[in-house]
């Protein structure tokens, strides 16, 4: 693609040094260049992109986006903001891909990696092609295998590139899970999105957003954009629904769920056992029977929001039904590792996660027998929601353990002593400190017994921990194998 041609997107912008030549490809890492490759000028939090751009020149980039005029003698595009730019040149450079697919945006705090699971697997019962884009990777196929993402929505040369991939592969329909990261960021601008869905909007990120009401907005983006045709999907129970329904646009479909509150698609009679949830979902005057292997009550949220997005899609509602009951746990997501005690992996990484969490392994645990939380905070992130997340794990738990999640650039030991801010009685009989999360792990072995319910939480499907030096290989699920019997 020409130069020039990259160019039919942008409104504002001037010209350096200016020659049409031919671009190979984008990228915004100088270590990551090839030749004829656009090099996109970023700053980020710790580093500038103007300062890589000789460097980039040097690996071979033909020509330079960028804020202000650098003294290099290659084409120049300067721009106001090249981070929001970078989505307009990427969708030019892949031929604006999603323009030629049903996509599908799921955003919130917590659910959004398992509602576009089972939204991709409604289409698949249908007989219809789904390719998923999140926090686990993107996913060509339900058998296809997971290909690595370094972000849960993608930085624009990567989404656009994997957009029109699924394009290539004849793949019709894509479900994307949305963060608010990336609507502020603009990574999902020229996307074109026929249906949105939303999960729920609790603490998370305010080390980014600052308030829940700029984390609302970056949320709200998602909605607020959707065109004439398009479907939106909003939980009816959370406190920020009517903020939701009031943003979506004339001509866009708006299908609510829920189980408190009047909703499009709601769900009575649940029921919890060790096998899942059952209940009766209630839609255009229907009743019908379900029998979820997904267990607790924000797992019967996320299938709601899935069955009225295959509403939504036109989908029949016995093919919604059928593959809803047929899909097991996601990757990280209430994961059952070990049977005796019975040993929960779960991702949840915020205050209403966790809660959300241990209410449900709550619903598990036989009378007589102990509900055991794990679980840590990550560093150089949002440290109010440290001590809410002691005080649940300390109000929801019989026996605590705190240790270490991804401290990342912080001391681990200052991380807990936030946590341990919220409990509020540290007896020593029940509240334990391991900063090493391998070691907290093993030491569960020793307070466990074979009918409590252990619940691991904050890491999920990670195999990682970011410490301040280096990132090692760590599996919560891993470990926990070694010490309990496997499934």
Same mark, same amino acid.
């Given at each position: 693609?020409?130069?020039?041609?990259?160019?039919?997107?942008?409104?504002?912008? %001037?010209?350096?040094?200016?020659?049409? &030549?031919?671009?190979?490809?984008?990228?915004?890492?100088?270590?990551?260049?090839?030749?004829?490759?656009?090099? /996109?000028?970023?700053?980020?939090?710790?580093?500038?992109?103007?300062?890589?751009?000789?460097?980039?020149? +040097?690996?071979?980039?033909?020509?330079?986006?960028?804020?202000? %005029?650098?003294? *290099?003698?290659?084409?120049?595009?300067?721009?106001?903001?090249?981070?929001?730019?970078?989505?307009?040149?990427?969708?030019?450079?892949?031929?604006?891909?999603?323009?030629?697919?049903?996509? *599908?945006?799921?955003?919130?705090?917590?659910?959004?990696?398992?509602?576009?699971?089972?939204?991709?697997?409604?289409?698949?019962? +249908?007989?219809?092609?789904?390719?998923?884009?999140?926090?686990?990777?993107?996913?060509?196929?339900?058998?296809?295998?997971?290909?690595?993402?370094?972000?849960?929505?993608?930085?624009?040369?990567?989404?656009?590139?994997?957009?029109?991939?699924?394009?290539?592969?004849?793949?019709?329909?894509?479900?994307?899970?949305?963060?608010?990261?990336?609507?502020?960021?603009? @990574?999902?601008?020229?996307?074109?999105?026929?249906?949105?869905?939303?999960?729920?909007?609790?603490?998370?990120? =305010?080390?980014?957003?600052?308030?829940? @009401?700029?984390?609302?907005?970056?949320?709200?983006?998602?909605?607020?954009?959707?065109?004439?045709?398009?479907?939106?999907?909003?939980?009816?129970?959370?406190?920020?629904?009517?903020?939701?329904?009031? *943003?979506?646009?004339?001509?866009? $479909?708006?299908?609510?769920?829920?189980?408190?509150?009047?909703?499009?698609?709601?769900?009575?009679?649940?029921?919890?056992?060790?096998?899942?949830a059952s209940l009766t979902v209630e839609f255009n005057s229907k009743?019908?029977?379900?029998?979820?292997?997904?267990?607790?009550?924000?797992?019967?949220? +996320?299938? #709601?929001?899935?069955?009225?997005?295959?509403?939504?899609?036109?989908?029949?509602?016995? /093919?919604? &039904?059928?593959?809803?009951?047929?899909?097991?746990?996601?990757?990280?997501?209430? %994961?059952?590792?070990?049977?005796?005690? #019975?040993?929960i992996v779960d991702y949840a990484h915020t205050p209403d996660g966790?809660?959300?969490?241990?209410?449900?392994? $709550?619903?598990?645990?036989p009378d007589g027998s102990n509900l055991i939380c794990l679980f840590?905070?990550?560093?150089?992130?949002?440290?109010?929601?440290?001590?809410?997340?002691?005080?649940?794990?300390?109000? #929801?738990?019989?026996?605590?353990?705190?240790?270490?999640?991804?401290?990342?650039?912080?001391?681990?030991? =200052?991380?807990?002593?936030?946590?341990?801010?919220?409990?509020?009685?540290?007896?020593?009989?029940? *509240?334990?400190?391991?900063?090493? @999360?391998?070691?907290?792990?093993?030491?569960?072995?020793?307070?466990?017994?074979?009918?409590?319910?252990?619940?691991?939480?904050?890491?999920?499907?990670?195999?990682?921990?970011?410490?301040?030096?280096?990132?090692?290989?760590?599996?919560?699920?891993?470990?926990?194998?070694?010490?309990?019997?496997?499934?």
């Amino acid at each position: 693609m020409l130069l020039k041609d990259l160019l039919n997107l942008l409104d504002n912008y %001037e010209t350096v040094n200016f020659n049409n &030549i031919e671009i190979t490809g984008i990228s915004y890492n100088s270590s990551k260049v090839e030749n004829g490759n656009i090099f /996109i000028c970023i700053k980020g939090e710790a580093s500038d992109g103007h300062d890589y751009a000789l460097q980039a020149v +040097n690996k071979g980039a033909a020509a330079l986006f960028c804020e202000k %005029e650098l003294n *290099i003698n290659v084409p120049q595009i300067i721009v106001k903001d090249t981070k929001r730019t970078m989505a307009y040149i990427a969708a030019k450079f892949y031929d604006e891909p999603s323009k030629k697919i049903n996509l *599908i945006g799921v955003t919130g705090t917590n659910g959004k990696t398992t509602v576009t699971h089972l939204i991709q697997k409604i289409y698949e019962e +249908n007989n219809q092609k789904c390719a998923l884009i999140g926090t686990l990777g993107y996913k060509l196929s339900g058998k296809d295998k997971y290909h690595e993402a370094k972000h849960t929505t993608p930085q624009p040369p990567e989404l656009q590139r994997d957009l029109k991939l699924m394009v290539d592969e004849n793949i019709d329909n894509v479900v994307m899970e949305v963060s608010s990261h990336s609507l502020e960021q603009n @990574r999902v601008g020229c996307c074109d999105f026929n249906g949105a869905v939303f999960t729920n909007l609790t603490q998370d990120h =305010l080390d980014y957003h600052i308030t829940m @009401r700029n984390y609302f907005k970056a949320k709200a983006m998602l909605f607020e954009n959707l065109k004439e045709g398009a479907f939106a999907v909003i939980n009816a129970d959370d406190e920020y629904s009517k903020d939701f329904i009031d *943003i979506v646009p004339k001509g866009v $479909r708006c299908l609510t769920y829920g189980v408190k509150n009047q909703a499009d698609v709601r769900a009575s009679n649940i029921d919890f056992s060790v096998d899942g949830a059952s209940l009766t979902v209630e839609f255009n005057s229907k009743k019908e029977k379900m029998n979820l292997h997904l267990n607790g009550m924000f797992s019967v949220y +996320n299938a #709601l929001a899935a069955f009225a997005a295959g509403l939504a899609s036109g989908i029949d509602s016995n /093919i919604i &039904i059928t593959a809803l009951e047929n899909t097991k746990s996601v990757d990280g997501r209430f %994961e059952i590792v070990a049977k005796q005690p #019975l040993v929960i992996v779960d991702y949840a990484h915020t205050p209403d996660g966790l809660e959300n969490v241990l209410k449900a392994a $709550r619903e598990l645990t036989p009378d007589g027998s102990n509900l055991i939380c794990l679980f840590g905070c990550g560093g150089d992130r949002d440290t109010t929601k440290r001590p809410k997340m002691g005080k649940i794990a300390d109000e #929801l738990s019989d026996k605590v353990i705190v240790t270490s999640d991804n401290p990342r650039s912080e001391d681990p030991q =200052l991380i807990i002593s936030d946590i341990m801010t919220g409990i509020k009685t540290v007896d020593t009989r029940r *509240i334990f400190v391991e900063p090493d @999360r391998r070691e907290a792990i093993k030491f569960l072995k020793t307070i466990a017994n074979p009918s409590d319910v252990v619940v691991i939480a904050g890491k999920g499907h990670e195999d990682y921990q970011i410490l301040k030096n280096e990132t090692i290989h760590f599996d919560d699920r891993e470990e926990a194998r070694k010490v309990f019997a496997c499934v």
